[in-house]
């Protein structure tokens, strides 16, 4: 793999929250190299961060490839200043789809200012990447920036409210749900911000609907053995898109984060595959034949 340049950045969200990542390119670029890279962005998934498990490799994957990787946080998921620790608990509980998409939107408004301090970004062709509910909220903003040019959605859920009616009663009634499996040490909440967010801003967060009115190249990979997002999931979503526009790759017997963990030691060979569709994909969509408009 190149030798890869690797910065930390921290931006201001509209919340005022602090929204931090890290991007990356290739040392093979000189200072004098008028050459200009694509972007991808990536967003983790519920419950997950930056520098989980196979995240910053993914960076540095992409970075080896020919682009400028940005991986962040989202400025509500728990971890603060220490990058490994979930110790953000009013933030976390607090958090909501509309900020995630507020965020993603804060790291497209700093490319296009030129903002990170990279020569090499070509901000006319920027893409997202997300897994899970990263994913969908990379949807919902692809669908509505024109600074996007396509979308990878990586076991990504087709709905944001997965939840029955006595399931949000209950929420409501008690004010919170509590989560036992985030930390070994800590216990995490969900205030019913999140609920208010996805019930009143209904028709926005409808997934099926963004992805129907998408109208740019999407990339959609899911695994048959996923537990949290159903393959069925996948299919729906990929129902309701312009197939013309389309690509969607079944992983027989894949799981959610294909094969991946935390403490990421050991490498996945259906991670670094997903990596490679994913890549050359981008290369495809991304490369300077494809005309926009």
């Given at each position: ?12 969200t ?9 991007i990356r390119w290739?040392?093979?670029l000189g200072?004098?190299d ?19 498990g196979?995240?910053?490799s993914?960076?540095?994957h ?20 220490e990058p ?5 608990h ?10 995630e998409i507020?965020?993603?939107k804060t ?8 903002a990170f301090?990279?020569?090499?970004i070509d901000r ?10 990263g994913?969908?909220?990379c949807?919902?903003?692809?669908k509505e920036e024109h600074?996007?040019r396509a ?7 087709a ?21 036992h499996s985030?930390s070994?040490?800590?216990l995490f909440?969900i205030?019913?911000a999140?609920l208010?967010?996805?019930e ?5 967060l409808d997934?099926v609907k963004?992805?129907?009115l998408?109208?740019k190249?999407l990339?959609?990979?899911?695994g048959?053995a996923?537990?949290?997002a ?5 299919e ?10 389309t690509?969607f790759v079944k992983?027989e017997g894949?799981g ?5 963990k935390?403490?990421?030691k050991?490498?996945?060979q ?5 990596l490679?569709i994913?890549t050359?994909?981008l290369q ?10």
């Open positions: 793999m190149h030798d890869i340049t690797e910065k930390h950045f921290t931006l201001t509209p919340s005022g929250a602090p929204l931090r990542g890290d290739s040392n093979t200072e004098s008028e050459k200009t890279l694509p972007v991808v962005v990536v967003c983790h998934g519920f419950k997950a961060f930056k520098d989980w196979p995240f910053p993914i960076g540095r992409f970075a080896s490839r020919g682009f400028v990787s940005i991986v962040i946080n989202f400025s509500h998921n728990g971890i603060g200043e490994r620790r979930f110790v953000e009013e933030k976390f509980a607090h958090n909501t789809v509309s900020l507020d965020d993603v790291v497209l408004r700093e490319i296009d200012e030129g301090g990279c020569k090499y006319l062709k920027v893409a997202l990447v997300g897994h899970s509910r994913g969908a909220v949807l919902i903003t692809a600074r996007v979308a990878v959605a990586w076991s990504t859920i709905h944001f409210n997965r939840y029955s009616e006595e399931q949000k009663l209950r929420w409501r009634e008690k004010g919170f749900v509590q989560l985030v070994e040490h800590n909440r205030s019913t999140l208010d967010d996805i009143n801003n209904a028709d926005r997934l963004a992805v129907a998408l109208n190249p990339l959609i990979i899911h048959t996923d537990i949290p159903k393959i069925t999931e996948a729906e979503l990929y129902r309701a898109s312009d197939v013309s526009k690509e992983l894949a959610h984060m294909y094969g991946a935390h403490p990421y050991e490498e996945s259906t991670l670094n595959h997903v490679d994913t050359n994909w495809q969509h991304l490369s300077p034949e494809v005309s926009w408009k």
